[in-house]
């Protein structure tokens, strides 16, 4: 079975400008987990949903970070306009939740971003 | 609020070893799940283990073994005999119900050096 697929692996950009990091998660999981990896905060849950649905987006740092989960097998995580500071391992996880029970989180391989 | 915390930044052992991972966390609810992840030098992050709020019973798993303690509201992780390919950041993680569905929070690492 495929994993969680994040793209793309790298992206290189230039401040003030956009970027998308997508996911997708694993068929039939129902809660998609976007995290944010940096040296000096470990890291953080920036947004999740659950059915499609954004549940808690309080770990976005600032509006210029946005996500979407349009259907249950793609997410995209947007930063308009990028800056410096947003350099950092972005993580898409997704896991699967019953009435009974929550499953582990998997993560896919990430995003490295370097904003110059 | 919900926490956990890795309160050892960096550990350094000597091969063969045994090491001790602590993991301290904070919740009032009383369904909640524990995790442990494994992020080796190659960046993805491996699911190790989950235990639920009303299963105390401690694991063993090969050379990994796991103590929870909801009296000291504690999940370590114990590696005996190190091996250098344990060397990685370990997270502790916490998942508890929020808005009809869960939130994972993670502790910030413990870095494990294990040494030839």
């Known amino acids: 079975d495929a994993g969680v697929i994040q793209s793309p692996r790298h992206e290189v950009t230039e401040m003030g400008q956009e970027v998308t990091l997508r996911c997708k998660p694993i068929s039939g999981h129902n809660s998609l987990f976007w995290y944010r990896q940096t040296m000096m905060r470990g890291l953080e849950l920036l947004i999740y949903f659950n059915n499609n649905v954004p549940i808690d987006d309080s770990g976005m740092p600032e509006d210029r970070f946005s996500a979407k989960m349009p259907n249950a097998s793609f997410s995209t995580l947007k930063i308009q306009p990028s800056e410096p500071r947003d350099s950092a391992v972005y993580f898409c996880a997704s896991s699967s939740r019953d009435k009974r029970n929550t499953g582990e989180l998997f993560f896919g391989e990430g995003s490295r971003l370097t904003v110059l | 609020a919900q926490k956990v915390t890795q309160a050892q930044t960096e550990i350094s052992v000597v091969e063969k070893e045994d090491v001790t991972l602590d993991c301290v966390y904070e919740t009032r609810d009383t369904t909640y799940y524990l995790f442990w992840y494994k992020q080796p030098p190659s960046g993805e992050l491996v699911f190790l283990i989950r235990r639920n709020s009303f299963d105390e019973q401690n694991e063993i798993s090969g050379r990994y073994s796991w103590n929870f303690q909801k009296s000291t509201s504690s999940f370590n992780f114990t590696i005996t005999a190190s091996q250098v390919v344990d060397s990685a950041v370990y997270f502790c993680?916490?998942?508890?119900?929020?808005?009809?569905?869960?939130?994972?929070?993670f502790g910030t690492g413990t870095r494990l050096k294990v040494l030839a």
């Open positions: 993680a916490l998942s508890f119900p929020t808005s009809g569905t869960y939130k994972y929070i």
